[in-house]
Protein backbone atom coordinates (compact mmCIF):
# COMPACT_ATOMS: atom_id res chain seq x y z
CA UNK A 1 0.00 0.00 0.00
CA UNK A 2 1.06 3.48 -0.65
CA UNK A 3 1.00 6.54 1.53
CA UNK A 4 2.14 9.97 2.52
CA UNK A 5 1.96 11.47 5.16
CA UNK A 6 2.70 15.48 5.63
CA UNK A 7 2.51 16.37 9.48
CA UNK A 8 1.89 19.99 9.49
CA UNK A 9 -1.54 21.13 8.33
CA UNK A 10 -0.41 24.75 8.56
CA UNK A 11 3.22 26.22 8.28
CA UNK A 12 3.98 30.14 8.87
CA UNK A 13 6.91 31.77 8.64
CA UNK A 14 8.19 35.50 7.91
CA UNK A 15 9.51 36.87 4.63
CA UNK A 16 12.96 35.83 3.82
CA UNK A 17 13.34 33.23 6.53
CA UNK A 18 14.21 29.23 5.15
CA UNK A 19 11.14 26.88 5.26
CA UNK A 20 10.79 22.89 5.13
CA UNK A 21 7.62 21.53 4.75
CA UNK A 22 7.49 17.69 5.69
CA UNK A 23 6.76 15.19 3.75
CA UNK A 24 7.37 11.00 4.70
CA UNK A 25 6.04 7.81 2.57
CA UNK A 26 5.14 4.42 2.99
CA UNK A 27 5.96 2.43 0.05
CA UNK A 28 7.29 -1.42 -0.20
CA UNK A 29 8.25 -0.83 -4.11
CA UNK A 30 10.60 2.11 -5.90
CA UNK A 31 8.56 5.32 -5.25
CA UNK A 32 8.38 8.55 -7.32
CA UNK A 33 7.84 11.47 -5.15
CA UNK A 34 6.67 15.04 -5.89
CA UNK A 35 5.56 18.00 -4.81
CA UNK A 36 2.58 19.45 -6.27
CA UNK A 37 1.40 22.92 -5.45
CA UNK A 38 -2.23 24.98 -5.45
CA UNK A 39 -1.85 28.83 -5.62
CA UNK A 40 -5.31 30.71 -4.15
CA UNK A 41 -8.14 30.01 -6.78
CA UNK A 42 -5.96 28.23 -9.25
CA UNK A 43 -5.35 24.47 -9.97
CA UNK A 44 -2.95 22.43 -8.78
CA UNK A 45 0.40 22.83 -10.61
CA UNK A 46 3.68 20.53 -10.60
CA UNK A 47 6.16 22.23 -8.61
CA UNK A 48 9.16 19.39 -8.41
CA UNK A 49 9.74 16.06 -9.00
CA UNK A 50 12.53 14.25 -7.58
CA UNK A 51 13.75 12.07 -10.59
CA UNK A 52 14.65 15.39 -12.66
CA UNK A 53 16.49 17.20 -9.18
CA UNK A 54 15.30 20.64 -10.54
CA UNK A 55 15.00 23.98 -8.29
CA UNK A 56 11.80 25.54 -8.99
CA UNK A 57 11.38 29.17 -7.80
CA UNK A 58 14.18 28.32 -5.16
CA UNK A 59 12.65 25.07 -3.74
CA UNK A 60 14.70 22.08 -3.67
CA UNK A 61 13.36 18.30 -2.54
CA UNK A 62 15.69 15.63 -1.98
CA UNK A 63 14.38 11.81 -1.75
CA UNK A 64 15.87 9.96 1.01
CA UNK A 65 14.98 6.74 1.54
CA UNK A 66 16.48 5.68 4.25
CA UNK A 67 14.58 7.57 6.24
CA UNK A 68 11.71 7.57 3.47
CA UNK A 69 11.18 11.20 3.27
CA UNK A 70 10.88 14.10 0.66
CA UNK A 71 10.84 17.33 2.05
CA UNK A 72 10.01 20.54 0.05
CA UNK A 73 12.42 23.52 1.41
CA UNK A 74 13.84 26.69 0.52
CA UNK A 75 15.84 28.99 1.77
CA UNK A 76 14.14 32.21 1.66
CA UNK A 77 10.64 32.09 1.71
CA UNK A 78 8.85 35.20 -0.22
CA UNK A 79 5.48 36.41 0.30
CA UNK A 80 3.78 34.91 -3.31
CA UNK A 81 5.28 31.26 -2.18
CA UNK A 82 1.97 31.36 0.78
CA UNK A 83 -0.33 27.84 -0.65
CA UNK A 84 -1.42 24.99 -0.56
CA UNK A 85 1.69 22.29 -0.61
CA UNK A 86 1.04 18.57 -1.73
CA UNK A 87 3.49 15.61 -1.54
CA UNK A 88 2.70 12.89 -3.84
CA UNK A 89 3.97 9.58 -4.48
CA UNK A 90 3.72 7.63 -7.59
CA UNK A 91 4.87 3.71 -7.68
CA UNK A 92 7.38 2.60 -10.21
CA UNK A 93 7.02 -1.26 -11.39
CA UNK A 94 10.27 -3.58 -11.47
CA UNK A 95 11.02 -2.24 -14.96
CA UNK A 96 10.55 1.47 -13.96
CA UNK A 97 7.40 2.28 -15.09
CA UNK A 98 5.13 4.77 -13.79
CA UNK A 99 1.94 3.39 -12.13
CA UNK A 100 0.57 6.76 -12.93
CA UNK A 101 -1.61 7.00 -9.90
CA UNK A 102 -0.50 9.84 -7.96
CA UNK A 103 -1.63 9.17 -3.60
CA UNK A 104 -1.63 12.88 -2.22
CA UNK A 105 -0.76 13.63 1.64
CA UNK A 106 -2.91 15.61 3.53
CA UNK A 107 -1.08 18.98 2.22
CA UNK A 108 0.17 21.96 4.12
CA UNK A 109 -1.03 25.34 4.07
CA UNK A 110 1.98 27.47 3.56
CA UNK A 111 1.51 31.24 5.27
CA UNK A 112 4.52 33.30 4.04
CA UNK A 113 4.23 37.20 6.54
CA UNK A 114 5.67 40.31 5.21
CA UNK B 1 0.17 27.17 -22.25
CA UNK B 2 -2.09 24.26 -22.94
CA UNK B 3 -4.81 23.36 -19.93
CA UNK B 4 -6.70 20.74 -18.48
CA UNK B 5 -10.08 22.32 -18.36
CA UNK B 6 -13.71 20.71 -16.70
CA UNK B 7 -17.22 21.68 -16.71
CA UNK B 8 -19.27 22.68 -14.72
CA UNK B 9 -17.30 24.35 -12.35
CA UNK B 10 -20.15 24.01 -9.68
CA UNK B 11 -22.80 21.08 -9.89
CA UNK B 12 -25.76 20.95 -7.17
CA UNK B 13 -27.79 17.40 -7.32
CA UNK B 14 -30.59 16.07 -5.54
CA UNK B 15 -29.57 12.68 -3.98
CA UNK B 16 -30.37 9.50 -5.59
CA UNK B 17 -29.93 11.48 -9.28
CA UNK B 18 -27.20 10.75 -12.31
CA UNK B 19 -24.68 13.44 -12.65
CA UNK B 20 -22.05 13.79 -15.37
CA UNK B 21 -18.75 15.48 -14.96
CA UNK B 22 -17.16 16.69 -18.05
CA UNK B 23 -12.99 17.34 -19.08
CA UNK B 24 -11.42 18.13 -21.63
CA UNK B 25 -8.03 16.67 -21.44
CA UNK B 26 -4.44 17.92 -22.98
CA UNK B 27 -5.07 17.44 -26.46
CA UNK B 28 -1.74 15.36 -26.97
CA UNK B 29 -2.14 13.37 -24.21
CA UNK B 30 -2.81 9.92 -23.87
CA UNK B 31 -3.48 8.83 -19.84
CA UNK B 32 -6.55 10.11 -18.34
CA UNK B 33 -7.20 10.51 -14.78
CA UNK B 34 -9.76 11.28 -11.75
CA UNK B 35 -9.50 12.27 -8.06
CA UNK B 36 -11.92 13.49 -5.61
CA UNK B 37 -11.26 15.32 -2.68
CA UNK B 38 -13.70 15.29 0.58
CA UNK B 39 -13.80 18.68 2.36
CA UNK B 40 -11.12 18.53 4.72
CA UNK B 41 -9.80 15.34 3.40
CA UNK B 42 -6.96 14.10 1.21
CA UNK B 43 -6.85 14.11 -3.00
CA UNK B 44 -7.72 10.52 -3.28
CA UNK B 45 -7.48 8.92 -6.83
CA UNK B 46 -10.24 7.48 -8.58
CA UNK B 47 -9.50 5.81 -11.71
CA UNK B 48 -6.82 6.12 -15.04
CA UNK B 49 -8.04 5.03 -18.23
CA UNK B 50 -6.03 5.07 -21.35
CA UNK B 51 -6.36 3.61 -24.78
CA UNK B 52 -9.91 3.70 -23.95
CA UNK B 53 -10.10 1.49 -21.22
CA UNK B 54 -9.67 1.92 -17.43
CA UNK B 55 -6.23 0.88 -16.37
CA UNK B 56 -6.62 0.55 -12.67
CA UNK B 57 -9.32 1.72 -10.17
CA UNK B 58 -9.70 2.53 -6.54
CA UNK B 59 -11.48 1.07 -4.37
CA UNK B 60 -13.63 4.01 -4.30
CA UNK B 61 -15.04 3.61 -7.74
CA UNK B 62 -17.49 1.40 -7.21
CA UNK B 63 -20.40 0.42 -9.37
CA UNK B 64 -21.67 3.30 -9.08
CA UNK B 65 -19.15 5.48 -11.30
CA UNK B 66 -18.29 5.14 -14.70
CA UNK B 67 -16.22 6.90 -17.60
CA UNK B 68 -16.32 7.19 -20.54
CA UNK B 69 -14.30 9.10 -23.47
CA UNK B 70 -17.35 9.66 -25.86
CA UNK B 71 -15.47 11.78 -28.40
CA UNK B 72 -11.77 12.51 -29.30
CA UNK B 73 -11.30 15.28 -26.64
CA UNK B 74 -13.77 14.43 -23.93
CA UNK B 75 -13.46 12.58 -20.86
CA UNK B 76 -16.73 11.69 -18.50
CA UNK B 77 -16.84 11.21 -15.06
CA UNK B 78 -20.57 9.26 -14.57
CA UNK B 79 -22.18 8.92 -10.97
CA UNK B 80 -25.45 7.45 -10.95
CA UNK B 81 -27.93 7.46 -7.67
CA UNK B 82 -25.46 9.84 -6.06
CA UNK B 83 -25.51 9.80 -2.18
CA UNK B 84 -24.92 12.56 0.31
CA UNK B 85 -21.03 11.64 0.67
CA UNK B 86 -20.61 11.73 -2.75
CA UNK B 87 -20.15 15.53 -2.31
CA UNK B 88 -16.68 16.78 -3.37
CA UNK B 89 -14.02 18.48 -5.93
CA UNK B 90 -13.56 16.46 -8.43
CA UNK B 91 -10.46 17.02 -10.58
CA UNK B 92 -9.52 15.76 -13.79
CA UNK B 93 -6.07 15.11 -14.66
CA UNK B 94 -4.05 13.77 -17.80
CA UNK B 95 -0.71 13.03 -18.96
CA UNK B 96 1.54 12.54 -22.54
CA UNK B 97 2.96 9.46 -21.06
CA UNK B 98 2.51 7.35 -17.75
CA UNK B 99 5.42 8.20 -15.94
CA UNK B 100 5.12 12.03 -17.56
CA UNK B 101 3.68 14.81 -14.84
CA UNK B 102 -0.20 15.16 -14.50
CA UNK B 103 -1.77 17.96 -15.50
CA UNK B 104 -4.85 19.24 -13.63
CA UNK B 105 -8.03 20.90 -14.01
CA UNK B 106 -9.59 23.25 -11.86
CA UNK B 107 -11.89 21.06 -10.80
CA UNK B 108 -16.29 20.69 -10.25
CA UNK B 109 -17.53 21.02 -7.30
CA UNK B 110 -20.44 18.63 -6.43
CA UNK B 111 -22.92 18.90 -3.76
CA UNK B 112 -25.54 16.59 -3.41
CA UNK B 113 -28.70 17.41 -1.68
Known amino acids: AQRVTQPEKLLSVFKGAPVELKCNYSYSGSPELFWYVQYSRQRLQLLLRHISRESIKGFTADLNKGETSFHLKKPFAQEEDSAMYYCALSGRGAGGTSYGKLTFGQGTILTVHP | ?113
Open chain 2, 1 to 113: EPEVTQTPSHQVTQMGQEVILRCVPISNHLYFYWYRQILGQKVEFLVSFYNNEISEKSEIFDDQFSVERPDGSNFTLKIRSTKLEDSAMYFCASSRERDQPQHFGDGTRLSIL
